[in-house]
Every structure is written in structure tokens, then in C-alpha cells.
């Protein structure tokens, strides 16, 4: 069985909730948790709709929402599902079938923007081929999936503000390389969007700066949400 983990945090503005959630209706043999920060736009109303285990997580950071849907996992294999991208029902045959073939597998899907500008392409290109296959670090939008049996070891994801996915991607590097799968997980460029291209663009990088300079996880993350408070 398949356990995917959704992280919710006032969801209803992107308007992907319903088409995500409709999405993994259709999936087989597979169980869905929804982590939610104590929404109040409609979001737990919707999700009353479907057929799924809710845990009240308020005030969580979205690394402490993952790590409660992992404790609460039973799957085989899990998948950490990004709240703003949408993955095609079939798309979770491919992560089943890989758990089956390979024992302590992890990986994530391909990435690519639901709006289309060539430095967007570029974005995807880079986490893809450069990001994933070649440095071996995942982001949340690529939807990050592993085998249960590192749930059973005491796995944790580190609970930082921001950057957990590439701590959680340091983490199972140590294991083995990640696995990219063909299927998309087609991600809202929300934050291009609203912030503008080029300026999300140079803010991603001053943040990836930042990161690696040790700077406080907490500042990092006012200074990524400013305006937005998406996570």
C-alpha cells in the first residue's frame, strides 16, 4: 500500500485543492493523510468531502506536518505530496511498481510549472536534470517519495522553517541516489506569479545563498513568505 501525506495550510486560494484531492480519489490501494495547520478559508470543508485520515497539526511548521503524516503512515511506500502540484492518478502506478523492484528506493517525480515562460522551463530543466540527477537533492514540488522500512529505522525530517526538503534529501543521499520518475508533478507557479518571475527567480537564489550560509532557518523563511504566507 501506498501512503500519501498532504501538508494544507489554507489551501483554497490556489484553487488546486479539489483537482489534487479529486486526483487521489482515483488512486488504488493507497491511503491519504492530510497534515492540516488549522485552515479556516474552506479547506478542511472541502476535504470533508473525500475519503481520508485528517490530522490537526496548528501552528506546525510543514516539516513537523510531514513528520506527524509519516508517524501515521502504514504504507509500504510514502509519498510526501507538495499542496500546490498536481499529480495524475497513474502517476502513483510508476511508485508502486519501483517499491515492488527495489528495496530502500526514494526518488521524486519530474517537475514542471502549470504556466509556461522560457526561465520557467529553465527552472524545471535545472531541478531536474542538475538539482536531482546530479546533485541528488530533491524539492517538495517534485514530490518526494521513500520506502516505509526508513519510517521503521526512526526516520525524521529535520524541523526547520524552510529548506526541510533538502535536509530530508541530505538525509536519504546517504541511503542511495534518488530515483526520478517520468511522471510530472505539475506545480503552481503561484509564487512567480504574484512576486513576479524575475524577482522570485532572484529571491530563490539569494535563499539557496542563505542556506548554505548558515543563516537563521526562521529569518530565511519571513523573508520567502513575505506577502504570500504560502507555506
Known amino acids: 500500500m501506498l501512503s500519501i501525506i498532504l501538508p494544507t495550510q489554507n489551501e483554497m ?34 476535504l470533508s468531502n473525500f475519503d481520508l485520515k485528517l490530522i490537526a497539526a496548528p501552528g506546525a511548521s510543514r516539516a513537523a506536518k510531514l513528520n506527524a503524516g509519516i508517524a501515521a503512515a502504514s504504507g509500504d511506500m510514502i509519498f510526501l505530496h507538495h499542496p500546490r502540484s498536481l499529480v495524475q492518478p497513474e502517476s502513483f502506478l510508476q511508485i508502486a511498481e519501483l517499491g515492488k523492484e527495489r528495496a530502500r528506493v526514494w526518488g521524486g517525480l519530474s517537475h514542471r510549472f502549470d504556466y509556461e515562460h522560457p526561465l520557467l522551463r529553465f527552472t524545471s530543466w535545472y531541478s531536474n536534470r542538475i538539482r536531482c540527477d546530479r546533485s541528488g537533492i530533491l524539492y517538495l514540488d517534485h514530490c518526494i517519495f521513500f520506502d516505509g522500512g526508513f519510517k521503521e529505522e526512526g526516520f525524521k525530517i529535520p524541523d526547520v522553517d524552510i529548506f526541510e526538503d533538502t535536509e530530508l534529501s541530505k538525509l536519504l543521499r546517504r541511503h542511495s541516489r534518488p530515483v526520478r520518475l517520468p511522471a510530472v508533478a505539475r506545480t503552481s507557479a503561484i509564487r512567480f506569479q504574484r512576486n513576479g518571475i524575475y524577482r522570485q527567480a532572484l529571491l530563490n537564489q539569494w535563499m539557496k545563498l542563505a542556506y548554505y550560509l548558515n543563516f537563521s532557518h526562521d529569518k530565511m523563511n519571513r523573508q520567502y513568505e513575505k506577502g504570500l504566507n504560502l507555506n
Open 13 to 46: 486560494r490556489s484553487g488546486l485543492l479539489d483537482p489534487i484531492m479529486s486526483s487521489l480519489a482515483q488512486v488504488v490501494d493507497a491511503e491519504v493523510i492530510v497534515v492540516d495547520g488549522e485552515s479556516d478559508d474552506g479547506t478542511l470543508e472541502l
